[in-house]
């Protein structure tokens, strides 16, 4: 075994590509994203990947690294490489575009479907809303906030890929930091969306999503709550009405 | 189109809250299922003698006929969720529970009139 240098395995192409294997240095403190961008820089200008920050916020840079899906900015090979030998792969559940990124429409399309995004009713006229925060609500809502859509979860969700119309982890997770969203004034319409087997009904709480995100997010949680809120509101009504 | 679909959702919502619900029941009549045969076992164990206790007893019909009842809602429900994820078969995927749900009620209900009601 070489400590020196690693031996990667870089998914090439689409989905009908494959592996190829390059030689990277080892260095101290290195990260995945810096693996790829070295081969990128030294050996094959060709590869495409995605990443901006580099410093874990922006959800850009999550692959598929020794067969688990993970932020690769934040993730340093000397804690995941078992031997000198990393496999690099795009993430799964989601079309390729070539090499290591992946085409992400439908993760984010699913966000909207789940009704992801806030609506209030009042205006700049108004005086602000005060939420207090310590109230049950916006301790539920915290718990999921720090979301940064990198698509772990919905990579490492078993249900996404046997279901295509189920709208994963992410986006449910979404869905429920809104629903404690005090302010928020179209949740009929999101408990309509997330209701069923295309929603939260289908997850089948292994908890995947909530082992991998790399924020430490628990979205089986959230999805946990939104089945009962939902079940509940579908048979007996909810504070904002009957589904 | 829109509508169809998110009253399916709504039903498939209903029907996990039905579940859950009859969960919450089937907890219960378990453990008071699993205490009842431990005291029903201590004296060795006959048709005569369980047949001797439960025979004309209203409070064990009614027990175990919430048992079923629960059994009824619960089981049929979670077979249409394997087969809805398992065999695209519109046919089997709505007859399979149905049936299982008949069976349940009928073969659960005459086993609860059997012992309270039945002869050895």
Same mark, same amino acid.
């Given at each position: 075994?070489?400590?020196?240098?690693?031996?990667?395995?870089?998914?090439?192409? +689409?989905?009908?590509?494959?592996?190829?294997?390059?030689?990277?240095?080892?260095?101290?403190?290195? +990260?995945?994203?810096?693996?790829?961008?070295?081969?990128?820089?030294?050996?094959?200008?060709?590869?495409?990947?995605?990443?901006?920050?580099?410093?874990?916020?922006?959800?850009?840079?999550?692959?598929?690294?020794?067969?688990?899906?993970?932020? +690769?900015?934040?993730?340093?090979?000397?804690?995941?490489?078992?031997?000198?030998?990393?496999?690099?792969?795009?993430?799964?559940?989601?079309?390729?575009?070539?090499?290591?990124?992946?085409?992400?429409?439908?993760?984010?399309?699913?966000?909207?479907?789940?009704?992801?995004?806030?609506?209030?009713?009042?205006?700049?006229?108004?005086?602000?809303?005060?939420?207090?925060?310590?109230?049950?609500?916006?301790?539920?809502?915290?718990?999921?906030?720090?979301?940064?859509?990198?698509?772990?979860?919905?990579?490492?969700?078993?249900?996404?890929?046997?279901?295509?119309?189920?709208?994963?982890?992410?986006?449910?997770?979404?869905?429920?930091?809104?629903?404690?969203?005090?302010?928020?004034?179209?949740?009929?319409?999101?408990?309509? !969306?997330?209701?069923?087997?295309?929603?939260?009904?289908?997850?089948?709480?292994?908890?995947?999503?909530?082992?991998?995100?790399?924020?430490?997010?628990?979205?089986?949680?959230? %999805?946990?709550?939104?089945?009962?809120?939902?079940?509940?509101?579908?048979?007996?009504?909810?504070?904002?009405?009957?589904? | 189109?829109?509508? !169809?679909?998110?009253?399916?959702?709504?039903?498939?919502?209903?029907?996990?809250?039905?579940?859950?619900?009859?969960?919450?029941?089937?907890?219960?009549?378990?453990?008071?299922?699993?205490? %009842?045969?431990?005291?029903?076992?201590?004296?060795?164990?006959?048709?005569?003698?369980?047949?001797?206790?439960?025979?004309?007893?209203?409070?064990?019909?009614?027990?175990?006929?919430?048992?079923?009842?629960?059994?009824?809602?619960?089981?049929?429900?979670?077979?249409?969720?394997?087969?809805?994820?398992? %065999?695209?078969?519109?046919?089997?995927?709505?007859?399979?529970?149905?049936?299982? !749900?008949?069976?349940?009620?009928?073969?659960?209900?005459?086993?609860?009139?059997?012992?309270?009601?039945?002869?050895?």
């Amino acid at each position: 075994m070489n400590q020196s240098i690693l031996n990667v395995k870089v998914w090439r192409g +689409t989905q009908d590509g494959g592996f190829v294997e390059y030689k990277v240095p080892r260095a101290a403190n290195q +990260t995945v994203l810096d693996v790829v961008t070295y081969i990128q820089r030294k050996l094959d200008p060709t590869l495409s990947y995605r990443f901006a920050c580099r410093v874990g916020m922006c959800g850009s840079c999550a692959m598929t690294v020794n067969g688990k899906a993970r932020w +690769t900015c934040r993730t340093h090979v000397a804690k995941i490489a078992d031997s000198d030998t990393l496999e690099i792969a795009p993430l799964d559940n989601l079309p390729i575009i070539k090499d290591l990124a992946t085409d992400m429409t439908e993760f984010f399309d699913k966000m909207s479907k789940a009704v992801g995004y806030f609506k209030g009713e009042q205006t700049r006229h108004d005086d602000f809303a005060k939420v207090k925060p310590d109230s049950e609500e916006r301790q539920l809502a915290n718990a999921g906030i720090e979301c940064i859509g990198c698509g772990v979860c919905y990579a490492s969700c078993e249900v996404v890929s046997a279901r295509e119309s189920y709208l994963g982890p992410a986006a449910l997770n979404r869905a429920w930091t809104l629903v404690n969203d005090e302010r928020d004034s179209q949740q009929l319409d999101r408990l309509r !969306a997330v209701a069923g087997d295309a929603g939260c009904h289908s997850c089948h709480t292994q908890g995947t999503c909530s082992e991998r995100c790399p924020k430490q997010i628990e979205p089986t949680a959230g %999805i946990a709550g939104l089945k009962k809120i939902v079940g509940r509101a579908a048979v007996m009504g909810s504070k904002w009405g009957k589904l | 189109m829109g509508q !169809a679909v998110s009253s399916v959702a709504i039903l498939q919502a209903k029907l996990w809250y039905y579940q859950r619900i009859s969960a919450m029941v089937l907890a219960l009549c378990v453990a008071v299922h699993l205490i %009842i045969i431990y005291i029903a076992v201590q004296d060795g164990l006959t048709a005569n003698e369980i047949l001797g206790r439960t025979r004309g007893n209203w409070g064990f019909a009614l027990f175990y006929e919430i048992f079923v009842l629960a059994c009824f809602v619960h089981a049929p429900i979670g077979l249409a969720n394997i087969l809805r994820e398992n %065999i695209q078969n519109a046919f089997l995927n709505r007859a399979l529970p149905l049936l299982l !749900a008949a069976l349940i009620l009928i073969l659960g209900t005459m086993a609860v009139i059997g012992v309270v009601w039945g002869q050895p």
